[in-house]
């Protein structure tokens, strides 16, 4: 009997991968939430429909997903719009906003170079100051010496020397006490002048070498070495912001070459001076291992340090060591502290952590709130976020135009957004189906070297959407993309190998890159696995492997491996000739299969049509012959022009001797093909077919012979 199967599943391998090929399709939309625009198009619709006609009698008839897939791209293609939306104010919007931001650099470096010479002219005048007091108080000093000389002279008269002495010691003394009481005013004054000039001399210098160091990497190289010397300069004075960033300097390689070694030096002298930004650097050198071991321990001691000064960016990198677990237990509340001190000193970063937080318990309307405060700070990973939310109606109602709107803000803001731009135009998602445009945005976001673009480029090409169908570069392409670690691709290209699509059909080749694929949670890839073991595919026929892989894909909400592990059962069933099982299962699925396209489209029709036509074979096999006669004939009123099902009703006529009615009708389509679209079987050899299967579980009827003689077709 497992031959029997076996035999059946191999019969028709074209038609297989085509099952492979479309359920992969109607899976990625389905899980998209079932839009109108990621259906087929085009003649590739009639190419399915073809496909579909032609299933073998012993092949696995297509599941639900197949056939809404079908079914509703051919609805949307009759009402799918070619209007083409207009982006210009949008474009005009996205260029007022990067001529704004040129405007505010130019006027931060104007104000920059001010402050740069407002702190000169305050040295300067400080200078200038001090030695004019110091110079007043030489010369008060030279007056009063002068009037001590003329005093002596007037009194060399006196004939007592001893008093004259003593009258020139006094005087002297008079003198140099007021001489000394006078340097003492006037030093300090010197002095209360010199600290009032010098704080403000700090703190425009402060002012400016923080503008200038914001601003660094806008610089000519030239200007970076000025600015640098400037830096250092401060730093030799022993100004902690000018060690700072003096060290940035040096870790970036401004103005000199790069060194990380000094600019640890600098960060901890800064820091050690009490500097919270420097001590936040700092932080970040341990926590990824720039100039020193990677500690993050250490990383954490020195942001506790900064965050404890008030330093938004420390508090923050603080938290995300707590959400991840680096350097002490990961403590998803205590992150969640942290990101909020942070973001309430309008740190983005952190408003942007603690959206990624919300959306990893899937609280999506928290998530989108953060992520819109982020975005309104101009995080464009916030921005993109939130197309995400749009475009997955998570937390928001799906709007495509929404997701779409946010993605061209983060590409605006120099977010690598052009992957998913080119996803909505790939699927005509909140815009017109444009596989040119598709195309374009995601070479862009190859060439900046993001995986899924190359695997959505790669699908472009395999499947010949806006191209010329090319199945090397679309292996090109996913070798790319899984050589970068994307699931997606992996399996893409295992589906390559497992159909022979521009490679030699390598099934090995095809389960190797299914596994990889799965190890990374792709459900998909799980789905094709079991495929593999229920088909016999590269490895030995397994029903029970065939379980275990589309019960990991099932658990992941695929609902074409829901649909397989039903028929699974089924097959088993039927496998082991337990056959009225086997009608029990199909009887069972029919009828799910009937509630569902009720619901879908308000009354039964083909899909469950097909799915009796499955009853009236099992019910043959079974022995059930009325039920099986009374099955296909209410598959035949759903569908009355498909033969298949008077073929089924036919036999069920046979086996319940009613001769006349069966031969008549057996003989009805001599030389018929056995629908419209199928050019290859005719209905003799359908029929031909089934009575061979009927003789090898003994089920067998005098009037056999008969039919297949009158047909032509005697085994």
């Known amino acids: 009997m497992t031959d029997l199967l076996l035999e059946q599943m191999k019969r028709d391998v074209d038609w297989l991968r085509e099952h492979t090929r479309y359920l992969q399709r109607a899976t990625e939309w389905d899980r998209g939430g079932r839009p109108a625009n990621r259906l087929l198009s085009g003649g590739d619709i009639a190419d399915a429909k073809d496909w579909a006609a032609r299933r073998p009698k012993s092949a696995p008839e297509p599941t639900t997903i197949h056939l809404d897939f079908i079914r509703a791209s051919e609805e949307e293609a009759e009402a799918r719009s070619s209007a083409q939306r207009k982006q210009l104010e949008a474009m005009a919007a996205a260029q007022a906003e990067r001529e704004k931001a040129q405007a505010e650099r130019e006027t931060a470096l104007h104000e920059a170079q001010e402050a740069l010479k407002q702190a000169a002219d305050a040295q300067r005048k400080w200078a200038r100051i001090s030695q004019a007091q110091r110079d007043t108080a030489l010369h008060k000093a030279h007056e009063a010496l002068k009037q001590a000389a003329d005093a002596q002279r007037k009194r060399a008269r006196i004939r007592n020397i001893a008093f004259v002495v003593v009258s020139i010691f006094a005087v002297l003394a008079g003198l140099l006490g007021l001489l000394s009481q006078q340097q003492r005013k006037v030093a300090e004054e010197q002095r209360e002048v010199a600290e009032a000039e010098r704080g403000q001399a700090d703190r425009i210098l402060a002012l400016a070498t923080n503008i200038i160091g914001e601003l660094q990497i806008d610089l000519n190289s030239n200007t970076k070495k000025e600015v640098f010397a400037l830096f250092q300069a401060g730093a030799e004075h022993g100004d902690a912001i000018s060690m700072r960033n003096l060290a940035i300097s040096y870790h970036n390689g401004f103005g000199v070459a790069q060194d990380e070694a000094k600019a640890r030096e600098w960060y901890e002298k800064s820091a050690h001076k009490g500097e919270a930004r420097a001590m936040a650097l700092l932080g970040t050198f341990y926590e990824n291992g720039q100039g020193v071991p990677q500690d993050y321990a250490k990383a954490r001691d020195w942001y506790e340090r900064a965050a404890d000064k008030g330093d938004a960016f420390a508090t923050t990198n603080l938290g995300r060591l707590y959400a991840i677990g680096l350097g002490g237990a990961e403590d998803y509340a205590k992150a969640r502290e942290l990101y909020e001190k942070a973001a309430d000193k309008g740190d983005a970063v952190a408003m942007f952590n603690l959206g990624a937080l919300y959306h990893k318990t899937q609280d999506y309307a928290k998530a989108r709130e953060w992520f819109e405060k982020a975005a309104d700070k101009g995080d464009a990973r916030a921005m993109t976020n939130l197309g995400k939310l749009y475009a997955n109606g998570d937390g928001v109602t799906q709007d495509y135009a929404k997701a779409r709107e946010w993605f061209e803000k983060a590409a605006d803001n120099g977010r690598a957004s052009a992957t998913n731009l080119g996803a909505l135009y790939a699927n005509g998602d909140g815009v017109t189906q444009d596989y040119a445009k598709a195309r374009e945005w995601s070479e862009k976001a190859a060439d900046n070297g993001r995986a899924s673009a190359m695997t959505n480029l790669g699908k472009l090409y395999a499947n010949g959407d806006g191209v010329t169908q090319d199945y090397a570069k679309a292996r090109e392409l996913y070798e790319k993309a899984a050589d970068k670690g994307d699931a ?225 077709v005697s085994p």
């Open 488 to 712: 997606v691709a992996m399996t893409n290209l295992g589906t390559l190998y497992a159909n022979g699509d521009g490679v030699t059909q390598d099934y090995a080749k095809a389960r190797e890159l299914y596994e990889k694929a799965a190890d990374k949670g792709d459900a998909v890839a799980m789905f094709n696995l079991g495929a593999l073991y229920a088909n016999g595919d590269g490895v030995t026929q397994d029903d029970a492997k065939a379980r275990e892989w589309f019960k990991k894909a099932a658990d992941k909400g695929d609902a074409s491996a829901k649909a397989n592990l039903e028929q699974l059962s089924i097959r088993e069933a039927f496998g082991a000739e337990r056959y009225a099982e086997a009608l029990q299962l199909q009887e069972a699925l029919a009828a799910k299969v009937e509630a569902a396209e009720i619901k879908r489209d308000g009354q039964y029709g083909k899909d469950t049509a097909q799915a009796l036509n499955e009853v009236t074979w099992y019910a043959l096999f079974a022995r059930d012959f009325t039920k099986a006669l009374a099955v296909a004939e209410r598959a035949h009123a759903f569908i009355p022009d498909d033969h298949w099902f008077e073929i089924s009703r036919a036999h069920a006529l046979m086996f319940l001797e009613r001769g006349e009615e069966s031969k008549a009708l057996y003989l009805a389509h001599k030389g018929k093909l056995i629908s419209e679209q199928d050019g290859q079987r005719l209905w003799e050899r359908v029929i031909a077919e089934d009575f061979a299967e009927f003789r090898k579980v003994g089920l067998t009827h005098p009037m056999m012979a008969e039919i297949e003689k009158e047909l032509g």
